[in-house]
């Protein structure tokens, strides 16, 4: 049996959650890379989601399903993905600041640089300054991202950075920060290293600023 990773990208698109479960173990019984089905299946599919709820053309609760669709069948894949031939890009901790109840887009973030194969500790939404404070001791990561969506709730992000600076640990990790309110500019206010309009460009700037770093 030949497996077409378009199966996975358009149930995926459809939201259809035991579809995309299944075309991924079926994918993976059939020996398909787990690369080649996160790009080519899983991701493709939600590149096309992210476009349609941007135009206008998909609404809230499809995305939401869509999104569980994906991160359904990343259970089945994530281990394949961390023991794989992806793995050792080195670890991230991500989460939504403190006040904040939003996770879809962090979690598409989380995602991403799981796919690129960062082992990621995702703390969750509503994290208070000192948890992400305990995780960068913890477990050390090269890089913490830090979500946020209200206007209200953005300003927990430079007080982690504070907070870490206040540990002696802010050197030790790159910042990066993301959700619809937030720009670069805020970025270089509050002190974040980096930030991503979006999950998908995420890991490529994280990358980069990695490469600039060693040069
Ligand atoms: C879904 C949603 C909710 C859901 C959240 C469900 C969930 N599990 O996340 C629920 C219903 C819980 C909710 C609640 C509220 N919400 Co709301 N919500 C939204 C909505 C419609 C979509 C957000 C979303 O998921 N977008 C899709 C994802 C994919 O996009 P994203 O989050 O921006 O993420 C992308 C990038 O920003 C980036 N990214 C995000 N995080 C990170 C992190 C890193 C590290 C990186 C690199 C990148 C990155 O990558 C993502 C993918 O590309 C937005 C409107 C909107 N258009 O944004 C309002 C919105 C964010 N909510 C809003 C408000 C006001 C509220 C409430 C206060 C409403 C109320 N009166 O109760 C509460 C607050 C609850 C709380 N304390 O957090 C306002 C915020 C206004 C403001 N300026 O502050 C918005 C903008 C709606 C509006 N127009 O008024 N909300």
């Given at each position: 049996?030949?497996?077409?990773?378009?199966?996975?990208?358009?149930?995926?698109?459809?939201?259809?959650?035991?579809?995309?479960?299944?075309?991924?173990?079926?994918?993976?019984?059939?020996?398909?890379?787990?690369?080649?089905?996160?790009?080519?299946?899983?991701?493709?599919?939600?590149?096309?989601?992210?476009?349609?709820?941007?135009?206008?053309d998909m609404f809230m609760p499809e995305v939401l399903r869509c999104a569980k669709a994906m991160s359904?069948?990343?259970?089945?894949?994530?281990?394949?993905?961390?023991?794989?031939?992806?793995?050792?890009?080195?670890?991230?901790?991500?989460?939504?600041?403190?006040?904040?109840?939003?996770?879809?887009?962090?979690?598409?973030?989380?995602?991403?640089?799981?796919?690129?194969?960062?082992?990621?500790?995702?703390l969750g939404i509503d994290q208070p300054n000192e948890t992400f404070v305990e995780a960068v001791k913890?477990?050390?990561?090269?890089?913490?991202?830090?979500?946020?969506?209200?206007?209200?709730?953005?300003?927990?992000?430079?007080?982690?950075?504070?907070?870490?600076?206040?540990?002696?640990?802010?050197?030790?990790?790159?910042?990066?920060?993301?959700?619809?309110?937030?720009?670069?500019?805020?970025?270089?206010?509050?002190?974040?290293?980096?930030?991503?309009?979006?999950?998908?460009?995420?890991?490529?700037?994280?990358?980069?600023?990695?490469?600039?770093?060693?040069?």
């Amino acid at each position: 049996m030949s497996i077409d990773l378009g199966k996975i990208s358009e149930s995926v698109i459809q939201g259809k959650i035991d579809d995309v479960s299944k075309y991924t173990q079926d994918a993976l019984d059939e020996k398909v890379a787990p690369a080649s089905i996160l790009n080519e299946g899983l991701l493709a599919g939600m590149d096309i989601v992210g476009q349609r709820w941007k135009n206008g053309d998909m609404f809230m609760p499809e995305v939401l399903r869509c999104a569980k669709a994906m991160s359904q069948a990343m259970e089945i894949l994530r281990p394949e993905l961390t023991e794989g031939e992806m793995g050792g890009a080195g670890t991230m901790v991500i989460g939504t600041v403190a006040g904040d109840l939003h996770d879809i887009g962090k979690d598409l973030a989380a995602m991403m640089f799981e796919g690129a194969g960062y082992k990621v500790i995702n703390l969750g939404i509503d994290q208070p300054n000192e948890t992400f404070v305990e995780a960068v001791k913890e477990h050390k990561p090269t890089v913490l991202g830090l979500s946020a969506l209200l206007t209200t709730t953005m300003p927990r992000m430079g007080e982690v950075i504070n907070s870490l600076k206040e540990a002696g640990i802010r050197d030790k990790v790159a910042v990066i920060i993301g959700g619809a309110p937030v720009t670069e500019e805020y970025a270089e206010e509050i002190g974040a290293d980096l930030y991503a309009p979006n999950a998908g460009t995420a890991v490529d700037i994280v990358k980069k600023y990695f490469e600039n770093r060693k040069n």
